[in-house]
Nanobody, 125 residues
Framework: QVQLVESGGGLVQAGGSLRLSCAASGITFSSSFMGWFRQAPGKEREFVAAISWSGGSTLYADSVKGRFTISRDNAKNSVYLQMNSLKPEDTAVYYC??????????????????WGQGTQVTVST
């Protein structure tokens, strides 16, 4: 049974930081391509960041580039999202997602096989 469990969300003031974690089980994590997505109320789920199985390749949405950093620890079956300089428009439920291999359409939620339950991030002004 595959499980992706996110944690680390919360309420933070604009300009602050949060670090999200996603713990995976039931998959071969060390060979999985991992992504973070987010969904704000009334909006579609959107790509935030993704990382290759080795961590050697990372991809970011333009809206978070330079502020967010994705990383992974294969020994801990975990992927992380360090979020700095947070803005109110970053407010959303953040989801961790996994797929077995890289996809050219890594930004498309439909390309991912497994999802976590999400963690709420709220950035106040």
């Amino acid at each position: 049974q595959v499980q992706l469990v996110e944690s680390g969300g919360g309420l933070v003031q604009a300009g602050g930081s949060l670090r999200l974690s996603c713990a995976a089980s039931g998959i071969t994590f060390s060979s999985s391509f991992m992504g973070w997505f987010r969904q704000a109320p009334g909006k579609e789920r959107e790509f935030v960041a993704a990382i290759s199985w080795s961590g050697g390749s990372t991809l970011y949405a333009d809206s978070v580039k330079g502020r967010f950093t994705i990383s992974r620890d294969n020994a801990k079956n975990s992927v992380y999202l360090q979020m700095n300089s947070l803005k109110p428009e970053d407010t959303a439920v953040y989801y961790c997602a996994a797929r077995a291999s890289y996809s050219h359409s890594y930004y498309n939620p439909d390309e991912y096989d497994y999802w976590g339950q999400g963690t709420q991030v709220t950035v106040s002004t």
